[in-house]
């Protein structure tokens, strides 16, 4: 079996060396991809919304030309265990999720993904080998129309030099940039 441009094993070597450890979200994020992908017809042009942004973003980065970077993998923080794939200028395509209805008959996938049990009482090994054995029968698959306002690209548009922290942005903000209207993740520690 192929992920993409690795086999299994080349796969979930991947996914340790970018994500740093091999986490089960992306192992069965990489059957979601594949299930997308394979669900879209040949040789389209596509982006992804993923709505989560635990572990899948990796997956869909490592699989497919959609990144955070190149701007078309879009991460909504919704809490979902699910990605979606689209064709770039109409938006129709597809949706998979982990679908709780089907981990029924993956005791260890169910006990993990609904965290009915602490990850110190986890069987690690036994999660994998379901999830592996499982493959895409734990997931569910809706076709669906993207919105338009998310299909269009939004440009960066004219910038201008921030009146207080005298870097550029884009003057759609307003007056001032981003961070200098407060929105800034950090505050500056004086020496």
């Not at 070597?13 to 040949?42: C, D, N, R, T, Y």
């Not at 979606?84 to 949706?95: A, C, D, I, P, S």
């Not at 201008?160 to 929105?183: I, K, M, N, V, W």
Request: hydrophobic share 35%; aromatic share 8%.
């Amino acid at each position: 079996m192929k992920k993409g441009l690795y086999s299994r094993e080349e796969y979930l070597q991947q996914l340790k060396s970018f994500h740093g450890s091999l986490a089960p979200g992306l192992i069965i994020g990489g059957f979601m991809v594949e299930l997308a992908v394979k669900s879209l017809p040949e040789d389209i042009l596509f982006d992804a919304i993923c709505e989560t942004p635990a572990c899948l973003p990796d997956a869909i980065q490592l699989l497919t030309p959609c990144t955070v970077g190149n701007g078309w993998l879009t991460v909504l923080n919704f809490g979902r265990f699910a990605i979606t794939l689209y064709e770039k200028y109409h938006g129709e395509g597809v949706r998979v999720y982990l679908d709780p209805v089907k981990l029924e008959h993956y005791p260890e996938i169910k006990s993990w993904y609904l965290k009915l049990k602490p990850k110190s009482e986890q069987n690690f090994q036994l999660l994998i080998e379901q999830i592996q054995a499982a493959e895409d029968r734990i997931l569910g698959l809706q076709h669906l129309k993207v919105l338009p306002e998310l299909v269009r690209r939004k440009r960066i548009g004219p910038v201008a030099t921030c009146p207080q922290c005298h870097e550029c942005y884009p003057l759609r903000d307003g007056d001032s940039c981003l961070a200098c209207q407060g929105a800034a993740p950090y505050r500056e520690l004086r020496n």
